[in-house]
């Protein structure tokens, strides 16, 4: 059996640590019931697992695939750190030496991945949570790193402070953890505790990323997605179920609204501007996706709108389009650059789907000269020649909405 197959047998299991400082009360046993709850969705899929909660801290003990589950645990919003550790009974841990037996095993996987030829800083890290346990930290400690020490005598320097590599103990009631490696975790709050979003998302680099960053500040959000069916086509909506599909990992379960919006470009294209039709269009979709939110109960919207970064986004655009909507209209993009955005889609997983070039529904009768400093009174003269309403409602009645898991 590969040291993958099992955990039991090891008794690894995966420690995850939130800050909890600002944590009281009711505030507290939310976010702690949304973490574990995200966590459970995040992990059962790749094995089965027990999620126990202790103070500051979660732990999964997964039947199999630790690595798998350490780096799905990584991403769930709210864990400050991760760690892999190793377990002992309380019973055997009454015993130091059987603390040291396992430190030496985690210490000496730890260097493995380490450079050779060059001396390491260390200590060894103890924490008491049962202050019942007969060894104070420190003697703990001691005791431990007087045992493990010895054959790499030539390769490791004793430093208290800011060692390269730390090798932690944790005593607590139910059992002691001994660990070597703080992973870094994907911090924010967990989905679901700052209630719902609804976020447009188009099939861009920006969306996604926008939504995303929503995610990590604690929202649950839903999609909506605007498409101009016949004049563009499937691929693009399977795209933007692509980029959904992949944010579900982020919240577990995702709704998307697809919304028909070929009807209303039409109707704008005859009846308003040319070089208004980009913020127009971009009017309309606030207009649905406020109707999206109020039957979601959702509080905001998220755009991947950014000042400035085409010609469209400029202060005059963003105010006559968020104008239209009645709720806030969050733009957590707003100060970056591309290339900052382009890093994080890359590094959530949504780049390589977002560069597909499957055109969306703006480039459906793009004016040949947007208009750069649009004027609101403008915009509503222009929309005094459509049925703002009618065309709303019938988006609407022909919107799907479909649960992706
Ligand atoms: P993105 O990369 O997200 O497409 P962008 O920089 O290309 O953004 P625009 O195309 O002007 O900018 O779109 C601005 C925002 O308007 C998008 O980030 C998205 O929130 C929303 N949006 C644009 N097109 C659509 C669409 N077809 N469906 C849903 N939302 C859209
Ligand atoms: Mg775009």
Request: charged letters at 25%; glycine letters at 6%.
């Amino acid at each position: 059996m590969s040291a993958e197959a099992t955990s039991a047998a090891t008794g690894e299991v995966i420690v995850a640590r939130y800050g909890e400082l600002w944590l009281k009360g009711k505030n507290r046993r939310e976010f702690e019931r949304a973490l574990v709850r995200n966590v459970r969705g995040a992990v059962e899929p790749i094995s089965p697992c027990t999620i126990e909660r202790a103070t500051g801290q979660i732990i999964v003990v997964p039947e199999g695939r630790v690595h798998d589950v350490t780096e799905r645990v990584r991403e769930v919003f709210g864990f400050s750190s991760v760690s892999r550790a190793r377990t002992i009974s309380r019973e055997l841990a009454a015993d130091p030496e059987e603390i040291a037996k396992v430190a030496a095993v985690v210490f000496a996987e730890a260097l493995e991945s380490r450079p050779r030829n060059r001396t390491i800083s260390f200590r060894v890290q103890t924490r008491r949570g049962d202050k019942r346990y007969p060894l104070v930290s420190s003697e703990l400690s001691r005791f431990v790193a007087d045992r493990i020490l010895p054959p790499y005598e030539d390769r490791i320097r004793v430093q208290l402070t800011r060692p390269e590599l730390t090798l932690g103990i944790h005593v607590r009631p139910e059992r002691v953890y001994v660990y070597a490696d703080r992973l870094s975790a994907a911090g924010g709050l967990p989905v679901g505790t700052l209630g719902r979003a609804v976020s447009l998302l188009s099939g861009g680099i920006d969306s996604p990323v926008a939504s995303w960053m929503a995610m990590k500040r604690g929202c649950t959000v839903s999609f909506a997605a605007f498409h101009s069916y016949p004049y563009v086509g499937e691929p693009y909506r399977a795209k933007v179920r692509g980029l959904v599909r992949r944010l579900g990992r982020f919240q577990n379960k995702s709704v998307l609204y697809e919304v028909p919006f070929a009807e209303i470009q039409v109707a704008i294209r005859d009846a308003c501007p040319e070089s208004y039709r980009t913020v127009l269009y971009r009017r309309m979709m606030q207009r649905i996706a406020t109707a999206i939110a109020k039957r979601e109960k959702a509080g905001a919207l998220i755009t991947g709108e950014c000042l400035g970064q085409v010609a469209s986004q400029t202060l005059e655009n963003l105010t006559c389009i968020g104008a239209a909507s009645g709720l806030p209209v969050l733009r957590p993009l707003i100060a970056f650059d591309k290339t900052e955005t382009i890093e994080i889609a890359r590094r959530i997983g949504t780049f390589e789907l977002s560069i597909e070039p499957e055109p969306d529904c703006c480039t459906v009768f793009q004016p040949t000269k947007p208009i750069i400093r649009g004027s609101l009174s403008v915009c509503e003269d222009a929309e005094s020649n459509l049925d703002v309403d009618a065309l709303v409602r019938d988006a609407l009645e022909r919107t799907e909405r479909i649960v992706v898991e």
